[in-house]
């Protein structure tokens, strides 16, 4: 388990991290989400001691990492595919990394085959692609089988068979009764991989729930609605307590209707006599309560839409 109590990192005159609090369970996959600059990396690299927070507290198993001795058995993680030596071979960088953490020679050939990297074993790091990179930085993560599990944008540069390789094996990691913390802008990703979210902007937590309670109450339900007679039929509909707004261009026949169930919207048609040409009910996404929930957070935007 992975618990941060109140923890704040400032750098100079500005606070990455701010007074910052949840818990990561075992059993289950946590995604971390937020903004660019929203303080996701600092937060990773306290948990593993890589940086000294300016106050508050991280744990992995009920101690900070610093204190484990040999710390892959406690934790792996995966924050950077790119800091590998590009001299040494994938064998060689894992063996350095077992010698040093009293881990048995046969975890090396044991985590290569898992992330499928068995047939590059000899082969330079400097000529992997970012995708072999990020399998080499997963097995490094898996090498001490620990019950603690952190990955940091982990399928970047992946292929879409490594993506559904990446996705089964979060999920797997979990139902062995591991704690998997994962962090990701992807959030179809998330959607299909994590049970959790952990939500943070400006360094500040947004919310610690799990995942279908965060998309259903950052969103309301839409109905959209094609008819003829939309102008009539919104006119009703708002009589009804509906917030009503025309999808489309002018002169559209949808209507994105909120506050009345598609039900109740079918019988008001049917009453008064106007067809329906559509009538969809859309599910909340994750990726509109995302943008919703964190709209005050974000620290760089374009002068676009948003």
């Known amino acids: 388990m992975i618990e941060v109590s109140e923890l704040t990192k400032r ?19 946590t995604g971390f989400l937020g903004p660019n600059g929203a303080g996701k990396s600092t937060t990773l690299r306290m948990i593993l001691g890589l940086d000294e927070p300016t106050a508050g507290t991280a744990t992995v198993g009920g101690l900070p990492f610093r204190r484990r001795p040999r710390g892959l ?15 040494r071979s994938a064998a060689a960088h894992l063996c350095a990394l077992a010698r040093s953490n009293g881990i048995p020679r046969r975890r090396v050939g044991e985590v290569l085959g898992e992330v499928g990297l068995s047939e590059a074993a000899g082969r330079r790091v400097g000529g992997f692609s970012l995708g072999m990179r990020q399998r080499l930085g997963i097995a490094a993560a898996l090498l001490g089988d620990p019950p603690v599990l952190m990955f940091d944008e982990p399928v970047n540069g992946m292929d879409p068979e490594g ?7 979060f999920r797997r990691l979990a139902a062995e ?126 002068g676009g839409p948003r």
């Open 11 to 29: 750098f100079g005159g500005r606070t990455a991290v701010d007074h910052l609090s949840f818990i990561v369970r075992p059993g289950r996959v």
């Open 73 to 87: 058995r406690h934790a792996g993680a995966l924050l950077d595919a790119g800091q590998v030596h590009g001299g």
């Open 163 to 169: 993506v559904l390789w990446a996705r089964g094996l």
């Open 177 to 302: 009764g591991r704690t998997v913390f994962l962090s990701s802008h992807l959030m179809s990703e998330m959607e299909n991989t994590a049970d959790d979210l952990v939500v943070i902007g400006r360094g500040r937590l947004v919310a610690a729930e799990p995942l279908a309670d965060f998309a259903a109450r950052g969103t309301r339900r839409t109905v959209v609605v094609g008819t003829p007679r939309a102008a009539e039929l919104a006119a009703l509909l708002t009589a009804a307590g509906a917030s009503v707004e025309t999808a489309g261009p002018p002169g559209a026949r949808k209507l994105d209707v909120t506050g009345l169930p598609a039900e109740r919207i079918g019988a008001i048609a049917f009453d008064n006599r106007i067809r329906i040409e559509e009538l969809t009910a859309r599910t909340p996404s994750l990726e509109d309560a995302f943008m919703q929930l964190t709209a005050d957070s974000v620290e760089y935007t374009t």
